[in-house]
């Protein structure tokens, strides 16, 4: 008998097969799957805290970034109505639910079927039911809709755009450079073209284009020919490891020891480039950005982290251009950044920066 199976007899001798479950497969598992200890955060507390306490974040997990601050600024009341842009892992959102201390309504978007899903039922089981908690299936350039169909505008809004550690650590959804997996990227699996797709899509002077324009990459002339490269060589790009080391080839004129830094770095804007223009994510935060007056209360606030100058230039744009119209009473001056103790405990989090703006009271 398998030490996998234990056989029981029960009282009609009818055998029962029990299962154990299977062994975590040491302190450093290399597949996701096997990772059941980070999955399971609720049942293995001891573990993800040793985890979190390095500074690192457990895999399909996601920690919430500059929640302090938020919450300072947003300035939630009992009976207030919110919405949390993009949910995420829904940390955010459970802070600022916590504020409402049970009484008003927080509304939550995400385009993610998978995690969306996942999410709503830890807020579910942590005490926040369909009373106080709506979860829509719904991309947060349709802010719109959330006030047309309740007839009631928002007291406060968050928008977090950057993408969630859950996302980035499972390989099947082939956001990392770090670990081989389909070259996907979409923030939805179940629709539009991959991150693979799209590459065979482009000539070599758009891919270069994108990767200037979504990344600013200094050697996008040298990738875009790699890529095409392979493509004319009947071996297109299927993968996250084979665009690592599409990259790795295209860079290889650099010196020795200027090849891993610089690999590294072009890896991640490169994956950046690609992910943005499938998710057409600049597109969506435009359209996101015109919407926000219409939709906020008087008084209303609104607050946004941008991961990259791209964002961070359109939300600066946008709220510059509506307060000298008066649309917003106030608006940051500067981007407000992590201390350098939540840079410390989360490695995650020292690349966002957050613009608020409230809007005027008429």
């Known amino acids: 008998m398998s030490n996998e199976e234990i056989k029981t007899e029960g009282t009609e001798n009818a055998e029962v097969v029990h299962k154990r479950r299977k062994r975590y497969s040491g302190t450093h598992p290399k597949k996701f799957s096997e990772k059941y200890k980070e999955l399971n955060p609720e049942k293995y507390a001891d573990d993800v805290a040793h985890i979190i306490s390095r500074g690192a974040t457990p895999a399909g997990m996601h920690i919430s970034i500059m929640v302090n601050e938020i919450l300072e600024f947003l300035d939630i009341k009992p009976g207030q109505i919110g919405l949390d842009a993009t949910l995420g892992y829904g940390g955010h959102t459970k802070a600022m639910l916590q504020k409402l201390e049970g009484n008003g309504h927080i509304y939550a978007l995400d385009v993610d079927p998978i995690e969306s899903a996942k999410t709503k039922e830890r807020l579910n089981k942590a005490g926040f039911g369909d009373d106080i908690l709506t979860v829509r299936l719904q991309n947060f350039k349709d802010i719109d809709k959330v006030v047309l169909d309740t007839g009631k505008k928002l007291n406060f809004i968050l928008a977090d755009l950057g993408v969630s550690s859950m996302q980035i650590d499972n390989p099947e959804r082939g956001f990392s450079y770090k670990v081989d997996g389909p070259l996907d990227l979409r923030l939805n699996p179940h629709t539009g073209v991959t991150g693979a797709?799209?590459?065979?899509?482009?000539?070599?002077?758009?891919?270069?284009?994108?990767?200037?324009?979504?990344?600013?990459e200094p050697y996008a002339d040298r990738i875009a020919r790699a890529i095409v490269r392979r493509k004319t060589s009947g071996r297109p790009i299927q993968?996250?490891?084979?665009?690592?080391?599409?990259?790795?080839?295209?860079?290889?004129?650099?010196?020795?020891?200027?090849?891993?830094?610089?690999?590294?770095?072009?890896?991640?804007?490169?994956?950046?480039?690609?992910?943005?223009?499938?998710?057409?994510?600049f597109e969506v935060l435009y359209e996101f950005l015109e919407k926000l007056p219409d939709v906020l209360a008087p008084g209303g606030r609104v607050a946004v982290l941008t991961f990259h100058s791209g964002e961070d230039r359109l939300v600066k744009k946008s709220f510059k251009a509506l307060k000298n119209m008066g649309i917003?009473?106030?608006?940051?001056?500067?981007?407000?950044?992590?201390?350098?103790?939540?840079?410390?405990?989360?490695?995650?989090?020292?690349s966002p920066k957050m613009r608020w703006a409230i809007r005027a009271d008429y």
Do not use: H, W
């Not at 599409?246 to 770095?265: H, N, Y």
């Open 197 to 216: 797709q799209r590459l065979l899509q482009l000539t070599q002077a758009e891919i270069e284009g994108m990767l200037r324009e979504n990344a600013d």
């Open 328 to 350: 917003y009473s106030d608006v940051a001056r500067d981007v407000i950044r992590p201390t350098p103790e939540e840079c410390i405990k989360n490695s995650r989090s020292k």
């Open 239 to 281: 993968t996250t490891s084979d665009l690592r080391s599409c990259i790795a080839d295209a860079l290889s004129f650099l010196p020795k020891g200027e090849q891993k830094e610089a690999i590294k770095k072009s890896c991640q804007r490169t994956f950046q480039a690609i992910r943005i223009d499938i998710n057409s994510e």
